[in-house]
């Protein structure tokens, strides 16, 4: 399994960006894509999930409502749009698969149950 996570870059605060997540390589159809991110200094923090029909997602207390995310099964990609920016979003950003049958309900936020990581794309959000 390969993921390639890209769209990051800097922004000021206030601004957008997406993400995306370009996965291959999967024996199956059905896996949950998790976007993370790790800053400087703290825990890395379960930002969003999506399930594998993309029914089911999730999002951390601390971008819910800025933050969307969605996935195009037919590209097997998945998006991050993040919307009204700020400083504390600034953060490495990456995305993690898994594909364990659960996901064809649900997915999870906890990154012990993900077995496959991208590389990390750098968010910076300028105040």
């Known amino acids: 399994v390969q993921l390639q996570a890209s769209g990051g870059g800097l922004v000021q605060a206030g601004g957008s960006l997406r993400l995306s997540c370009a996965a291959s390589?999967?024996?199956?159809?059905?896996?949950?894509i998790g976007w993370f991110r790790r800053s400087p200094g703290k825990e890395r923090e379960g930002v969003s999930c999506i399930n594998s029909s993309g029914g089911d997602t999730y999002y951390a207390e601390s971008v819910a409502g800025r933050f969307t995310i969605s996935r195009d099964n037919a590209k097997n990609t998945v998006y991050l749009e993040m919307n009204s920016l700020k400083p504390e979003d600034t953060a490495v950003y990456y995305c993690?698969?898994?594909?364990?049958?659960?996901?064809?309900?649900?997915?999870?936020?906890?990154?012990?149950?993900?077995?496959?990581w991208g590389q990390g794309t750098l968010v910076t959000v300028s105040s």
């Open positions: 390589g999967f024996s199956h159809g059905y896996y949950a």
């Open positions: 993690a698969a898994d594909e364990s049958r659960s996901t064809y309900y649900y997915c999870s936020s906890d990154g012990l149950r993900y077995d496959s």
